[in-house]
């Protein structure tokens, strides 16, 4: 904030002029100084630093209880040397309670003193003003706090209380040491008690609600307007008489008093229902009603079976559930036959046996004989490779089985049968002395890097790469892409030349759908690929939430581009647990503003951010996005990031880490600059890949037959290799990182 204010302040000298005779006194006068001492309601803001260069300008403010009041004393050298011992006091008039506060400053130094004036506060009811906090600052801003800044020399604010001098040091004179002490008041919040004015209440002149005497007000009442509680005459409430609600006895029409009727005991002509019990059994015979019976005893087995009565039974009951006469009220009677099988499904029942079909007749069962699915303790052999496949036991095999992959017959216990005489003899191969075809490790990223999709939509996207080698000139580039990792897909090939990066942009796409695609490069030297990357498209708004969107618009290169972007790391090797220290610097090259400017860095998703000096950062996407400021002409800025090195891909023969700046541009359109830090893995290192193994297998066959004296010269060789690289590297090192620079 002091640089701000410094700066406003810088500006107002140089737009004022510069003044040569200062005003009299040691503090302030000068054109461009701010009013020596101002007042501000810091509740509802009126005064805080609403003049010219934030200045405070208000001599006088009103104020109501419970409102917080700031007092601004302005301070500036207003002589050519050093101002010391300078302190500080404030008087106020009065701690109230009253309606009217008026406080005088004063600026004190050893080579004099200025009056800083008189302010005034105006309440609307009259309340105490007590002093809470004093502030010393480099800035406009109000204080609201009940607690006094920590001061030089031990002081703290509370030194100002009751016109104490605050101490503030040596001031030296120019505009970069002027500044504002604040001190803090709290307006009282007293409420003053109501008073009945009202002649006619009982309490006139008290303090309180008023009270009067009590009087009738329904125009029903017996004395209506009348002092007193209202008096009416009796009144029906009964809801069933005819006049209910009126004043006077209920009065009812005739009532029902048959027992038969529907209404019986209502008010009015008795009503019949056309129902009739005819029912002599019933207890309501001949009555206007269905029958009713008295209870009637349904359970057979009692003595009064159908009679009306509850039901009773003899003393003697059945309760053995083998008895064929369980739970009568009888003696127990039994058959004769029982089972005594405990292989019968009714074993024990008195009747004869009955079994299950399903009988086990295997005599390695547990239940041999049993009439029920056979139950065995040991172990079943069930691999058909087994000798003993089928049998109870545990599965047992011959001492020889192939272990060779490549067999036809792989993991059978038996000898290696191979369908052909093809053999791989190539010992680069990855299946070396396989009877199979050589097969090769394909090195992906040498010379052409797939990079990051940009500007995804719901059906349309930027897909961008970038030719790393500098001798992969001319190059015919392009991408394969589709929604699979077979791709399928090619778009239209453009020629670059090296160290440059290239972009399509895909179109009819699907929403909500995964993409693979992947960079290609094809010249004189071969083909190069790319790693494949994804993206997902987003998906349609039917009324759901709506996605932000970051749109990076066109990708402007070359001398076109406005900004100068750059990511560099320290370290070009890397390997699995390192710790990656990015640089991303930008700059404003162009001759107009950028307006809303937005860093964007995407990391591989073997790597993990750690640390960041500003920014959000997405786990799903592995993108730290941070918005800076807008960048004047010439104006630039730095971001720093670290992460880690989870894993490394295989076969991969550099690993892209890409910067993305985006920015509005005078027209209004989205543009950016794109930029990329590469690195090698450690264990790809030196690797030669089979783009160039015929080389290489020239070189190592030659070594074969060298003899002796070849190894001895090789061996001086290399060591005058190392003095040649040592002499090299002990001047200062330039950074070693692969990166490019978009302007």
Not at 45 to 62: A, E, F, K, L, P
Not at 526 to 549: H, M, P, R
Request: with cysteine; net charge neutral; proline share 3%.
């Amino acid at each position: 904030m002091k640089k701000i204010i410094v700066g406003i302040l810088s500006a107002v000298f140089l737009f004022t002029g510069v003044q040569s005779a200062f005003a009299s006194g040691p503090f302030n006068g000068q054109s461009g100084d701010c009013p020596n001492i101002a007042i501000g309601n810091y509740t509802t803001g009126v005064g805080i630093g609403d003049g010219q260069w934030n200045c405070w300008t208000r001599g006088s403010v009103s104020a109501s209880a419970g409102d917080t009041i700031n007092v601004a004393l302005f301070y500036h050298n207003n002589t050519n040397s050093t101002l010391t011992n300078v302190g500080a006091t404030l008087s106020q008039s009065s701690n109230g309670p009253t309606t009217n506060y008026t406080f005088t400053g004063q600026m004190y130094s050893d080579q004099g003193n200025t009056n800083l004036g008189t302010v005034s506060l105006n309440l609307n009811s009259s309340q105490t003003l007590t002093y809470s906090s004093a502030h010393w600052m480099k800035d406009k801003n109000a204080i609201n706090s009940d607690t006094d800044s920590t001061m030089l020399y031990g002081q703290t604010g509370s030194v100002m209380k009751d016109g104490g001098q605050l101490k503030i040091g040596s001031v030296p004179p120019g505009w970069n040491d002027y500044g504002y002490i604040i001190v803090v008041f709290k307006v009282g919040n007293t409420v003053n008690p109501q008073i009945c004015t009202d002649v006619n209440a009982l309490n006139y002149g008290s303090t309180g609600n008023c009270i009067y005497p009590q009087k009738c007000l329904d125009t029903s009442a017996l004395n209506y307007g009348s002092v007193g509680n209202c008096i009416y005459p009796q009144k029906c409430l009964d809801t069933s008489a005819t006049n209910y609600g009126s004043y006077g006895s209920c009065v009812y029409p005739q009532k029902c008093t048959d027992r038969n009727a529907n209404n019986y005991g209502s008010y009015g002509s008795c009503t019949y229902d056309r129902v009739r019990c005819l029912d002599s059994n019933a207890s309501n015979y001949l009555n206007y009603e269905n029958c009713i019976y008295p209870q009637k005893c349904l359970d057979t087995s009692a003595t009064n079976y159908g009679s009306y009565g509850s039901c009773t039974y003899n003393r003697v009951r059945c309760l053995d559930t083998s008895a064929s006469n369980y739970l009568n009220y009888e003696n127990c009677i039994y058959n004769r036959v029982r089972c005594l099988d405990t292989s019968a499904s009714n074993y024990l029942d008195y009747s004869s046996c009955v079994y299950n079909r399903v009988r086990c007749l295997d005599t390695n069962a547990n239940n041999y004989l049993s009439y029920s699915s056979c139950t065995y303790n040991r172990q079943t052999c069930t691999d058909r490779s087994a000798t003993n496949y089928g049998s109870y036991g545990s599965c047992t095999y011959n001492q020889t089985r192939c272990t060779d992959a490549s067999a036809s017959n792989y993991l059978a216990y038996e000898y290696c049968r191979y369908n052909n005489q093809v053999r791989c003899l190539d010992q680069s191969a990855t299946n070396y002395l396989a009877y199979n075809t050589c097969t090769y490790n394909v090195v992906l990223n040498k010379n052409v890097v797939t990079t990051v999709a940009t500007n995804i939509t719901t059906n349309s996207a930027q897909i961008n790469g970038y030719i790393t080698n500098s001798t992969f000139y001319n190059s015919n580039v392009y991408f394969n892409y589709g929604t699979d990792v077979t791709l399928g897909s090619k778009t239209s090939p453009a020629t670059i030349s090296g160290n440059n990066s290239f972009n399509s942009f895909l179109t009819g796409l699907t929403p909500n759908t995964i993409y693979y695609f992947q960079a290609v490069g094809e010249n004189g030297s071969g083909v190069s690929k790319g790693n494949i990357e994804v993206f997902k498209t987003l998906g349609n708004n039917n009324g759901g939430t709506v996605t932000k969107v970051i749109v990076q618009g066109t990708t402007v290169t070359g001398s076109s581009s406005p900004v100068e972007l750059k990511i560099s790391n320290k370290y070009e090797l890397i390997g699995e647990g390192d710790l990656i220290d990015y640089v991303v610097t930008y700059k404003n090259i162009g001759k107009t503003k950028l307006s809303k400017p937005m860093v964007q860095v995407v990391l591989p998703s073997n790597i993990t951010l750690v640390n960041a000096s500003r920014g959000t950062y997405s786990v799903d996407t592995h993108t730290l996005s941070a918005l800076v400021e807008d960048l004047d002409k010439g104006e630039e800025g730095v971001i720093y990031l670290q992460a880690k090195v989870d894993s490394i891909p295989a076969n991969n023969a550099q690993i892209v880490t890409t910067a993305i700046l985006v920015y509005t541009n005078t027209s209004g359109a989205q543009e950016n600059a794109m930029a990329y830090a590469l690195n090698t893995p450690k264990l790809m290192a030196g690797v030669v890949t089979n783009d160039n193994n015929l080389g290489a297998s020239a070189f190592f066959a030659g070594l074969v037959s060298i003899g002796l004296i070849g190894w001895l010269i090789i061996i001086l060789i290399i060591l005058l290799l190392i003095l040649i690289v040592h002499s090299i590297y002990s001047k200062p090192a330039n950074n070693p990182n692969i990166h490019t620079g978009t302007h």
